[in-house]
């Protein structure tokens, strides 16, 4: 919040200015994510050797964040504690298999359609090859794009992305508030098992679109800013920031 701030009013404005500002976080909420991410991170070193953890939650009606935990431990800076981890480009590994599934449904292709979960490469001439299995190392034949996605099978997610399109994917992406997925040169069929870069908050908010059948909202964190005589210099309007912006027909 103070770097929105700065960002807008000034480093000095912020430090001495005497502001009053409401943010759209939710204390109770954000004690629980503290706890939360303090206790899970604890079974991940153990279980995963992985020694940070973030958290946030937004309200999909709005895009108010409610809650934010950008480390582990902010003093611990040996695992980057203060890196707002939240914030920072990180793998999304297959949360970003919804978006591809999305795609092709506005391509058309339905939660019925078939497709076969048979390892397969999926070399393009000259390159190097590319053959994904799925986590459990099995095959299952033909299966349907519904059963596909709810087993988080690789094999048919990858051939999804294939039939939507790579291009239009990140396209789509874009209108659900992506800004990681500029340099397309880098993205190939692996984008759909996770390689490529997003950060949180935007891919938390962009299941918020999916939650509320199509319509993004911006992330919001401030609600209210007041100089030190009281004067509202800015205040959130919650008709303005729901405006109709559908990025995805709600049969989707």
Known sequence: VKELLAEKYSEKVV???????????DLYKQKIAEEVVSEGAEKNEKGYNATNA?????????GQILTMVGSRDYFDLENDGNVNVTL???????SFK????????????????????????FTVVGAKDYIPHNYDDK?????????????????????????????NVLDQAKKMGYTTLNDRSRFGLSLVLGGAEVKLLEHANAFGVLAREGYYHQPIAILKVEDSSGRVLEEYDEKSGSRDNRVLDGQI
């Open 88 to 94: 920072r480009p990180r793998q999304p590994g297959s």
């Open 54 to 62: 973030a958290l946030v939650s937004l309200d999909p009606k709005t």
């Open 139 to 167: 095959e299952h034949g033909s299966i349907s794009m519904k059963s596909a996605l709810a087993g988080s099978l690789n094999i048919p997610a990858v051939k999804t992305l294939y039939l939507a399109g790579i291009h």
């Open 98 to 121: 919804p978006l591809v599934y999305a795609m092709a449904f506005k391509k058309g292709f339905t939660p019925k359609t078939l497709l076969f979960d048979v390892v397969t490469n």
């Open 15 to 25: 430090e001495e200015g005497g502001l009053k500002v409401t943010t759209s976080l």
